[in-house]
């Protein structure tokens, strides 16, 4: 079998090759003519720009996949209010030029949609209205009903995977989750905006399975979550109490988003009964595994909230941690 990843280089990408690889895949890495990429051991590089029509083609014609993962992307929520316009280019246009590309084809693409496309609420499932809330947002909609589109009137064999916040220590310095685990790891002070916004984490690791999962079944929609939220403040609660430290947060106007999605928790049901799906990692683990990565194994000492079960600190209730 072979897939062609296109954002290769980021937290998914690497997961995603990486499984793919385990299971005997030929695994092609879209990525940018000049930029500074370094792709996953084992991924063969092939000129991808999203923005483009002919480069897109050119990679999928001359890499032959069984399967396209569209992972590119403007991937950051905040900086979308900054740059509307690349976003939609690249969130957007960008999916329509690889379905597109799939036209007449029999290759399986797999597009990467989000929760934020929802714009907030409790037990999302498939089913559930959108209601974006950012440049971010818009795109992904957009894009997530192309392949709808696409799909119907086309017949390309598009699936979409609504993932739900997905972590690990492989994720950007400028996502929340790893700012907190870096700060609580030196026992620095992080800068926050809003503490009390709710969201479904869960491990990259663990979603980029469903991914897989989703295009050995025929083209269909996805959400891909924990089924458990937790607010910001229990995040830094849990992230400081694991590296032995007090808790330090800064508030800031600046760090907080023009209009927040306050909170965001999905239904997994779906995946779980049709694609067999399911989570290895709680969110203790989670957490757990993004604080340790930062402390030098020679440095790090026996935690206190040990590994095996999951939650643990989590007090019912009020929710607070440690």
């Known amino acids: 079998m072979r897939a062609l990843i296109s954002g290769v280089s980021g937290q998914d990408g690497w997961y995603l090759s990486q499984h ?13 003519r000049g930029s500074n990429t370094i792709l996953p051991d084992g991924v063969e590089p092939v000129p991808m720009e999203m923005t483009e029509y002919e480069s897109v083609r050119k990679a999928i014609k001359d890499t032959k996949p ?20 690349y976003t939609g280019s690249v969130n957007h246009a960008g999916v329509v030029r690889i379905l597109e590309a799939l036209r007449g084809t029999r290759t399986r693409l797999y597009q990467a949609s989000t929760s934020e496309m929802f714009g907030g609420g409790r037990g999302l499932s498939e089913k559930s209205p959108f209601l974006p809330k950012s440049p971010y947002a818009i795109a992904k909609v957009a894009a997530h009903n192309a392949c709808t589109v696409y799909r ?5 064999r598009a699936s979409t995977g609504i993932l739900f916040n997905h972590e690990s220590p492989r994720r950007g310095k400028d996502f929340v ?9 030196k026992n620095e002070p992080v800068k926050l905006g809003n503490l009390e916004a709710v969201r479904d984490w869960g491990h ?7 991914m897989h999962l989703m295009l050995q079944h025929d083209p269909d929609d996805f959400v891909v979550a924990t089924g ?20 330090q947060v800064e508030k800031v106007e600046s760090e907080e988003r023009p209009w927040d999605v306050e909170e965001l928790e999905g239904d997994p049901t779906k995946a779980r ?12 683990a989670l957490i757990k595994e993004m604080v340790e990565s930062e402390i ?17 600190g989590v007090v019912g209730g009020g929710r607070s941690l440690f």
């Open 66 to 85: 069984d399967e396209v993962y569209n992972l590119a992307a403007q991937s950051h929520v905040g900086e979308s209010f900054n740059c509307p316009l």
């Open 273 to 284: 009964e049709v694609l067999g799906w399911e989570p290895e990692y709680d969110f203790y």
């Open 177 to 185: 989750t790893r700012k907190v685990c870096i700060a609580a790891s």
């Open 152 to 156: 119907v009137a086309y017949g390309v």
């Open 228 to 247: 458990q939220s937790y607010s910001v403040q229990e995040l830094v609660n849990l992230a400081y109490g694991i590296a032995c430290n007090e808790v």
């Open 204 to 210: 990259a690791k663990d979603y980029v399975k469903a």
């Open 20 to 32: 793919l690889k385990s299971l005997g895949y030929r695994v092609f890495g879209g990525y940018r």
């Open 296 to 312: 030098p194994p020679s440095l790090r000492r026996d935690l206190p909230y040990g590994a095996g079960s999951k939650h643990q």
